[in-house]
Structures are given as structure tokens and as C-alpha cells.
């Protein structure tokens, strides 16, 4: 059984830095692709980034630059380092893995 737990999320001030983490078991955590999305409040979700079983990534215009995916293959980790957050960051992030999803993380962006 696939499972994704994230975890990180919190209160911020803009410009202010986050690292989100998401614990992933119950599949070849190296061999997937795998993917951040966001869903603002009110809003639907919106794809953030993805990383590849190459390593290589990419992400949406949004957040490139500020937002940085890595993942520890031993730990079987996936990461989000979120940089220079502003409110519009403001959502619940989803880490997931083909139709898999997680219970998602709060991440609040506010003075």
C-alpha cells in the first residue's frame, strides 16, 4: 500500500523559508516520478514541481527560483525547500506519486 505523510508546514512571514518533507513508503520510491501541488483556499490545485527518477526537475513559473525539490533516496524523503515565501504561496501542499496523494500540509504566508 502506497503511503505519503507530509510534514513541515507551518506559519510564515513573507520572505520567510519553509522546508516541507514527505515521508513515502509502499513503492520503488527511486523508480517514480513524483510531484508537489498546492491548493490555495478557494482555489483548485495547482502543480508546483516534479522530480524524475534521473533526478532531474522542473517546476511551475509561480515558484521557480524561490522552491527547490530534492529527494533522499535512502530516507525514502521527499523535500519541498520553499524560499522567499509570499502570501500567495498560501495553500495546502500535496506531495504525490501517480494517483496517490497525501493528507496534505498547511503552509500560510502572512505578517
Known amino acids: 500500500e502506497v503511503q505519503l505523510v507530509e510534514s513541515g508546514g507551518g506559519l510564515v512571514q513573507p520572505g520567510g523559508s519553509l522546508r516541507l518533507s514527505c515521508a513515502a513508503s509502499?513503492?520503488?520510491?527511486?523508480?517514480?516520478?513524483m510531484s508537489w501541488v498546492r491548493q490555495a483556499p478557494g482555489k483548485g490545485l495547482e502543480w508546483v514541481s516534479g522530480i524524475f527518477p534521473s533526478g532531474g526537475s522542473s517546476y511551475s513559473d509561480a515558484v521557480k527560483g524561490r522552491f527547490t525539490v530534492s529527494r533522499n533516496r535512502a530516507g525514502n524523503t521527499l523535500y519541498l525547500q520553499m524560499n522567499n515565501l509570499k502570501p500567495d504561496d498560501t495553500a495546502v501542499y500535496y506531495c504525490?506519486?501517480?494517483?496517490?496523494w497525501g493528507q496534505g500540509t498547511q503552509v500560510t504566508v502572512s505578517s
Open positions: 504525490r506519486v501517480d494517483n496517490n
Open positions: 509502499g513503492f520503488a520510491f527511486s523508480m517514480h516520478s
